[in-house]
């Protein structure tokens, strides 16, 4: 049985700065897929040499995660719990703000000397109530340690971050049991999906023209598929990249506001003056 699908959303423009954005999530016609807060799609762009980067200085984040996924360029990272890395092309990255820290998403010294081109996917997890106040942590994997599984008859690959496909282990261990990938096909692929009962599905075309479960979708668009169960099948018309997962609604109260995402208003004005009064760490 194929899921069906109930909307196909666009992604709205939404520069910052001189960032070419395309946000997906929220939008008029969508909220969040519950637990998926929250999808801005960078680029892609070229800079030139002598550029001022990614514009994401230090801010603050409690009660969520956040995955991102470094298609061209690169991401400098550093934030207030001792995380510090740059990821270049194919790499991701995985924060859990948890109880709360500060960070910072810059380009490396090197790409703002040389310039480039940057395409970059952020997308926010939220944490269930009992992982609102985890420790922080943060991973930034490279390509290489990311699991590649080829798919589709060889016309493709799942790059698999966390939780399973078929026998397969993401690296990384969801708080939250999420399964997360990117999915790279080439043109004229089919890839069927099975998604166990009960789940959430994540589904935005990064590039690419396909179908799926029969209807047709293109890049900047998010696929919302109906709560009952079945399966996914895609069949592309051009090389393909999805960004692709999913995950156990929480069914939880939620309120968001600004970088905080937590369960009730109070938690939120709580939030506010932990970040003022640094017991989200300081930033030297």
């Known amino acids: 049985m194929k899921k069906a699908i109930k909307t196909i959303h666009s992604a709205v423009y939404a520069p910052i700065d001189d960032l070419i954005t395309y946000r997906a999530i929220p939008t008029r016609s969508i909220d969040y897929l519950d637990p998926f807060l929250f999808l801005n799609h960078h680029g892609p ?5 002598n550029n001022r980067g990614l514009p994401f200085g230090p801010h603050p984040h409690r009660g969520f995660e956040t995955l991102t996924y470094v298609i061209k ?7 207030s719990s001792g995380g510090e890395s740059v990821i270049t092309e ?10 709360g820290l500060i960070h910072s998403e810059v380009s490396s010294e090197a790409f703002k000397k040389n310039g480039g081109e940057e395409e970059v996917l952020q997308l926010w997890m939220n944490l269930s109530a009992k992982h609102k106040m985890v420790k922080p942590n943060y991973v930034g994997l490279s390509k290489e340690e990311i ?3 080829a798919v589709a008859d060889g016309k493709g690959f799942v790059d698999l971050i966390s ?7 993401g690296p990384i261990d969801s708080l939250s049991e999420l399964t997360m990938t990117s999915i790279r096909l080439t043109a004229n692929a089919k ?3 099975p998604i166990p009962s ?16 029969g209807t047709a979708a293109e890049m900047h668009q998010l696929v ?18 999805i960004l692709f997962g999913y995950g156990k609604p929480f069914n939880e109260p939620m309120v968001a506001q600004g970088p905080f995402v937590m369960n009730s208003d109070e938690e939120i004005t709580q939030a506010y003056q932990d970040y003022r009064t640094g017991k989200m760490g300081s930033w030297n």
């Open 45 to 49: 762009q070229v800079y030139g040499p």
């Open 73 to 79: 360029g690169d991401i400098a990272h550093q934030d």
């Open 90 to 99: 194919g790499g991701v990255q995985w924060m859990t703000a948890g109880s």
């Open 147 to 149: 699991t590649h599984i």
């Open 163 to 169: 939780g399973t496909w078929g026998e397969h282990k």
């Open 191 to 193: 890839l069927e999906i």
């Open 198 to 213: 009960g789940n959430e599905v994540f589904f935005y075309v990064v590039k690419g023209n396909l179908n799926v479960n």
């Open 224 to 241: 919302q598929f109906e709560k009952e169960d079945g399966d996914i099948t895609v069949e592309t018309t051009t090389d393909t990249y």
